[in-house]
């Protein structure tokens, strides 16, 4: 009798490994199960030839119990893979997010800053600007720089409406200048606009050192700006728009 080591290695080789797999995948519930069947085939073995059909039906069943935890384990496998996928993606999905909502958060602080710093410089620049007004207001003649806001407010009169000019006959009007105006003056002011508008208003008088200089006229239904005052904030305002544009 000859025997063939090939086969016989080979034979070898697959119970090693079927001996593998069962450890690997049966645990000892199916270790235990296997033990039970290997106990029945050496007692079959043992037996003679009748109990031959027996231990191979034996076999063929643990190979299909092999099969089936084949599959399962490619299942759970294939299961856990697309629960760890799902759960990166996840992950990822809300990584993105969180990064996407401080960004905005930062560009947002970072506008908001320069905005506020915007904001500041036109403050101090609109303070700087009527310090500056009012000095030169107090180095320039008095008299000459009323006259020329007092022709520019009559100016401004003459270019109203009709309807609104006629609307101050009888109305009560305030006089506002950056400095005092005596009694003749004021009588003087007080034609020439009436002249202006064609009607004759009453006209009051008051003193407002904010306007820095200039001459402006206020009433219930119409106001006249006509002052440095109001042509900085005028200056200020379009700044300000330019900047945010």
Known sequence: MQIDWWTLGFQTANVAVLIWLLQRFFWRPVAGIIEQRRAVTRA?????????????SALADVEKTRVGFAAERTAILKQAHDAAAAATAATLAATT??????????TAAIEAEHKAGDKAWAERSGRLAIDISGRLAARLDGPAVQES??????AQLRALPEATRQATNGLA???????????????????????ALGAMPIITYRTDPALIAGLELHGPHLLV?????????????????????
Do not use: H, M
């Not at 806001?149 to 009559?154: K, P, S, V, Y």
């Not at 009007?173 to 002249?195: H, K, M």
């Open 44 to 56: 079959a073995l043992a037996e003679a030839k009748a109990t031959d059909d027996k231990a191979s």
């Open 225 to 245: 700006t006509n002052s440095w005052q109001a042509d900085l904030k005028t200056i200020l305002k379009d700044a300000s728009v330019e900047g945010a544009a």
């Open 173 to 195: 009007l305030e006089a506002v200048s950056a400095t005092p105006i005596d009694a003749a003056g004021q009588t003087r002011l007080s034609r020439l606009i009436a002249e």
């Open 97 to 106: 997010q969180t990064v996407a909502t401080r960004e905005a958060a930062g």
């Open 149 to 154: 806001f007092l022709g520019w407010l009559l």
